[in-house]
């Protein structure tokens, strides 16, 4: 290699590590909001639960999702229609459904300031009102890379809607990949 081509490669590295370097702080800008500890501290993805009514009565099937998971006209259709919940009946007498309804409306993803509130909320069309969290465009975006065999495969896992299952800090409305453990096959890589 003669001098001119030394000089030409070394630039040509150069160049190479700025895009990687760059792309690296564009994805840490990206998840800017959610940086943990340290000088950061702690920004959650969602803000947490906070309504034992809500956790005891939502909480016994599945996963208590945060009300911040979904837009107030999803919760709101969803309580009206308790009697068909998934293909369950999940209905509550009249005072507890006006309670857990208020509750979920009261801090829908519209009053959140929270991350995966904001995405969610942005990436539902019009005005939409999925029920469920995992078929939103965020959500599908999000999980795109991780294999079926991982999730309705996996016998201890069988659904996407068991959040769970593989967050580890999902409780605390904490979705971080990094804290992803997923039953039988451990940490995510990508
Ligand atoms: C009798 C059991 C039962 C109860 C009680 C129940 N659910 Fe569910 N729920 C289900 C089932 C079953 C599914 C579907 C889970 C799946 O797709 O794997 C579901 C799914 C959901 C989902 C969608 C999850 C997703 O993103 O795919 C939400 C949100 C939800 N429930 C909210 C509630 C709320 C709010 C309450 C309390 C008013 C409640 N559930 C009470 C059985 C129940
Ligand atoms: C089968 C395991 C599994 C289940 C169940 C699951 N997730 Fe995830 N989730 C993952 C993995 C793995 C990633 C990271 C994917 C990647 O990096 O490509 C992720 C990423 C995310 C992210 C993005 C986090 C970030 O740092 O950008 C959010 C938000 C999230 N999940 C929310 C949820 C919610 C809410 C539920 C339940 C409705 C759920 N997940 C259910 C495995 C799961």
Not at 4 to 26: D, F, N, Q, Y
Not at 92 to 98: G, H, S
Request: hydrophobic fraction near 35%.
């Amino acid at each position: 290699m003669n001098e001119r081509k030394a000089v030409l490669m070394t630039v040509i590295m150069i160049i190479g590590c700025l895009a990687i370097a760059g792309a690296a702080i564009a994805d840490d800008d990206e998840r800017g909001e959610h940086r943990r500890g340290g000088l950061f501290g702690r920004r959650l993805d969602v803000a947490p639960v906070t309504n034992a009514i809500y956790t005891k009565e939502c909480g016994s099937c599945h996963f208590a999702y945060q009300p911040g998971l979904l837009p107030a006209r999803s919760w709101t259709k969803m309580m009206n229609t308790l009697d068909k919940h998934f293909g369950d009946n999940a209905e509550l007498d009249a005072e507890t459904q006006k309670e857990i309804t208020a509750y979920l409306v009261a801090n829908s993803a519209e009053t959140s300031s929270h991350k995966a509130s904001v995405k969610i909320l942005n990436s539902i069309k019009g005005d939409d009102a999925p029920l469920a969290i995992s078929k939103t465009a965020y959500f599908t975006r999000k999980h795109r890379e991780v294999p079926e065999r991982m999730v309705k495969g996996n016998a201890q896992v069988k659904s996407f809607a068991a959040c769970g299952t593989c967050h580890t800090a999902a409780d605390k409305g904490s979705y971080d990949e990094h804290e992803v453990k997923i039953p039988g096959f451990g940490k995510f890589e990508d």
